[in-house]
């Protein structure tokens, strides 16, 4: 099964390339700083319990925010130049001549890279919660979902810029999925303010752009999981002022929409192997 | 990945022809934008020979050399491989590739890069560790099974594309331009490696700009200018079994001349007359008419024409 032996290429080159040692290290790092800034948290004068536990749940999010932004950007960074800097270096030529198909060389990378993701996303999300419950003693009401959610959202970005990369050089393609992420995530808050404000034009804009591009979607699926239930309460009291919040969520990702998102990663999977089983080498 | 081309034009007797040769092409084209790499090139190369495919850069070479192991697709016309169209993927099992402008992953061993295309060419796992060191000693690599490709020289990383290329005994070996990076010492073991793949019967595609190494290995040649195949045949045919006489002659009249060129192929240089094309029994009639028209002949030396005369003749004819 040639799949397995490009996965297994590709998670041994993120390794040998000390790819894996710099993030767990600087993931370390972060986690050990922010675990300190936590902890913090129950120390300041007259802060009452309840406000810890409002306080650490709005900063997990931060936090959460911020691992899911590195996901995202070191997601692109592996994928734009996955094939596109094995075609330009000529490893392509070496490899693809041999009684593999292109399908298996690109569908092994994708599970390599989608394995090296969930592995992040789960590794340094356990020791995150880890760090944030022994600084103040909570814990988020589902961190599972939510760092599924985080993973997925990272997954979807390497996806595309897998797809970018049968294509385009690997700046190229690294930059147009970049470009894109964050056209989705003002994307996102578009959606927010145009809900606040009941503006169809102005949603219909931030749906579309959440269908196109799903990673702020999903990161809204994360937040969702990271919310703890009485706040979630007092937001969705306090109306719509809040909805503008682009740290909030006020639902759970609808069914349909996780379909879609399966069904968004397929769709570029298949465009993917299309596109570069064309390419002239 | 690259599909077989269901345009067949062969009939059952020339498919069966095609099926019994190491490569057959028929009117294989290939087109990129408005460039044209490759036009109409029809060849065949048997089972078991040393095959030179000659042709200055930009002929087309690496263009063929690629839509054979399938690496893009033809534009028009068909090639098959070992019998099969190209791109079968069993068939890719008997075949061994050496890319001319490749890298491995640096940041693995020679040992693992031989180990993963042991892998890649479905060869049994047990059969690995000597097909490696099989590999690693003929191409002189031993002692550099465990160093990492990065730090190779170019010539070094060819010699591994070459070992690779090795794996598995194929029926077929491809060489595109093999000895680009190597040394003289490294050329030398290049030539002896692909007599020895010859011996045991295996068939090499070398293509090569490099003339002396095509005269030295090759059984036949295909010279290829411009995307088509001008000329293709035996080393002998190439050159042109009539081979040319040099004759140093003075006292000739101009009308004498002129007659003389009913004999072959005429390159007057004054007192030195060559030419080509003329079958060596007729070299006394020719030194009578020239005795006959009042010339004085004072040497007769058959010449011996290089690939390379031959070659830049093939070319020149071309741009005529």
């Known amino acids: 099964m040639h799949v397995l032996t490009i996965a297994r290429l590709t998670v041994l080159e993120a390794s040998r390339r000390k790819l894996l040692l710099a993030l767990a290290l600087l993931t370390l790092v972060v986690i050990v700083l922010t675990s300190w800034g936590f902890s913090r948290l129950p120390t300041m004068k007259g802060v009452t319990s309840a406000e810890v536990r409002v306080a650490a749940s709005q900063l997990t999010i931060l936090v959460a925010f911020m691992f899911s932004g590195v996901l995202a950007l070191g997601s692109t960074l592996v994928a734009a130049p996955s094939i596109a800097s094995d075609i330009e270096s000529g490893i392509a030529l070496a490899i693809l001549p041999r009684p593999i198909r292109r399908s298996e060389v690109l569908m092994g990378k994708w599970l390599g890279l989608a394995v090296l993701i969930a592995l992040y996303a789960a590794l340094s999300g356990v020791l995150e919660m880890i760090g944030i419950r022994w600084a103040t003693g909570y814990l988020p009401p589902n961190p599972t979902a939510a760092l599924s959610f985080v993973a997925a959202e990272g997954i979807v970005l390497m996806t595309l810029a897998l797809l970018l990369s049968t294509r385009l050089a690997p700046m190229t393609g690294g930059v147009i999925a970049l470009v894109l992420f964050f056209v989705g995530w003002i994307g996102g808050i578009a959606l927010a303010i145009g809900q606040t404000f009941a503006n169809d034009t102005i949603i219909n804009i931030g749906v579309g752009s959440r269908l196109l591009i799903p990673t702020d979607g999903l990161w809204h699926g994360a937040i969702f999981y990271l919310e703890p239930s009485d706040f979630l309460a007092a937001a969705q009291a306090a109306g719509r002022a809040r909805a503008g919040n682009p740290f909030f969520a006020d639902a759970a990702l609808p069914l349909p929409y996780l379909l879609w998102i399966a069904a968004w990663i397929l769709i570029v999977l298949v465009l993917a192997n299309w596109s570069f089983a064309r390419r002239d080498l | ?320």
């Open chain 2, 1 to 320: 990945m690259q599909q077989p081309s269901t345009d067949r034009k062969l009939n059952p007797i020339e498919a069966a022809d095609a099926a019994s040769l190491a490569v057959h092409t028929q009117d294989l084209a290939k087109r990129y934008g408005k460039t044209v790499a490759l036009s109409g090139l029809t060849m065949s190369v048997r089972r078991a020979e040393v095959f030179g495919f000659l042709g200055p850069n930009g002929a087309g070479k690496t263009t063929a050399v690629k839509l054979l192991v399938g690496l893009a697709r033809p534009t028009a016309g068909e090639a098959w491989v070992l019998g099969t169209p190209v791109g079968d993927l069993r068939t890719r099992r008997r075949l061994g590739y050496l890319p001319e402008l490749f890298r491995y992953q640096g940041w693995m061993k020679a040992s693992e890069v031989l180990g993963l295309h042991c892998e890649l060419a479905g060869l049994p796992r047990s059969a690995w560790k000597a097909e490696i060191a099989g590999a690693l000693e003929t191409v002189g690599l031993r002692e550099r099974a465990d160093d990492r490709v990065e730090g190779f020289s170019k010539g070094m990383q060819q010699r591994l594309g070459l070992g690779v290329a090795l794996l598995g005994r194929p029926e077929l070996v491809l060489l595109d331009e093999p000895t680009s990076a190597l040394d003289p010492v490294g050329r030398h073991d290049v030539r002896e490696i692909i007599r020895q793949l010859k011996d045991r019967g295996t068939a090499v595609f070398l293509n090569s700009h490099l003339l002396s190494e095509v005269e030295q290995v090759c059984d036949r040649l295909a010279v290829v200018d411009r995307g088509r195949v001008i000329a293709t045949g035996t080393m002998s045919q190439i050159l042109g079994q009539d081979g040319a006489v040099r004759l140093r002659v003075t006292g000739l009249p101009p009308a004498g001349r002129a007659s003389l060129r009913a004999f072959g192929n005429l390159e007057d240089e004054g007192e030195w007359l060559t030419f080509r094309g003329l079958s060596p029994d007729r070299v006394p009639e020719l030194v009578s008419e020239i005795v006959n028209q009042g010339g004085r002949v004072y040497a007769v030396e058959p010449r011996h024409e290089t690939l390379e005369d031959r070659f830049l003749q093939l070319l020149k004819e071309q741009d005529v």
